[in-house]
């Protein structure tokens, strides 16, 4: 999983409780991505990070919130965990911007599951 | 509707046998497609690239070809084995800005 690490790899938590995801590299890439993955559904992009302190939204930003204070670490947070947002989750880094040729790397994935 | 098609949803064939999965996508202007491959509780990871100019792209036993006036891509697997037991993703660039459109996948099986 090219020097990324997810934690925590499972959760379970109630709707209303705040969660924090964590995704750490060790390639010292700049790009950093928090993607969704459902059912049916292709890869969706949550939010995204171009350098320190640097992020944009994805397709899918609304409930999430994000933060990178270090080049190697990426925190997405549902502020208050609802149904909706049980899924799987996965952190993704690239050297260059997205959907250039520089490929993308995926970490192995949170599974999230909200009550 | 996603941008980004991939038929079939599942496919299940014996070890040993080809098998080709399709990409069909919308996305314009094209910039690239990339085919991944994700096996269970894991992360997808790269197969090939191909851009507009390149039609078809190898990966050992992974062939994926791309047809840019159709809008079409397929990946060919030959002489499968377990191991390509896998979900296998199509990702579709757009050229003028940084969007990626993942298709939902096949979820291959192979038998012995």
């Known amino acids: 999983d090219a020097g990324i690490t997810q934690s925590p790899r499972h959760k379970v938590t109630e709707t209303g409780t705040p969660v924090t995801l964590r995704c750490h590299q060790t390639e010292n890439h700049r790009y950093m991505y928090w993607y969704r993955q459902d059912p049916g559904h292709g890869l969706r992009l949550i939010h995204y990070s171009y350098g320190v302190k640097d992020t944009d939204k994805g397709e899918v930003s609304d409930g999430y919130s994000v933060s990178r204070s270090k080049t190697e670490d990426f925190l997405l947070t549902l502020e208050s965990a609802t149904s909706s947002q049980t899924s799987v989750y996965f952190c993704a880094i690239s050297e260059s911007r997205r959907g250039g040729q520089e490929t993308q790397y995926f970490g192995p994935g949170t599974r999230l599951l909200v009550l | 509707k996603n941008q980004v098609e991939q038929s079939p949803q599942s496919l299940i064939i014996l070890e040993g046998k080809n098998c080709t999965l399709q990409?069909?996508?919308?996305?314009?202007?094209?910039?690239?497609l990339r085919w991944y491959k994700q096996d269970t509780g894991r992360g997808p990871v790269s197969l090939t690239i191909?851009?507009?100019?390149?039609n078809t792209k190898s990966n050992g036993r992974y062939t994926a070809t791309l047809d840019a006036d159709t809008k079409q891509s397929s990946l060919h697997i030959t002489a499968s084995q377990l191991s390509d037991s896998a979900s296998y993703i199509c990702?579709?660039?757009?050229?003028?800005?940084?969007?990626?459109?993942f298709g939902a996948g096949t979820r291959l099986t192979v038998k012995p």
């Open positions: 990409c069909n996508y919308t996305v314009s202007p094209f910039s690239n």
């Open positions: 990702v579709v660039s757009a050229l003028n800005n940084n969007d990626m459109r």
């Open positions: 191909m851009t507009f100019s390149e």
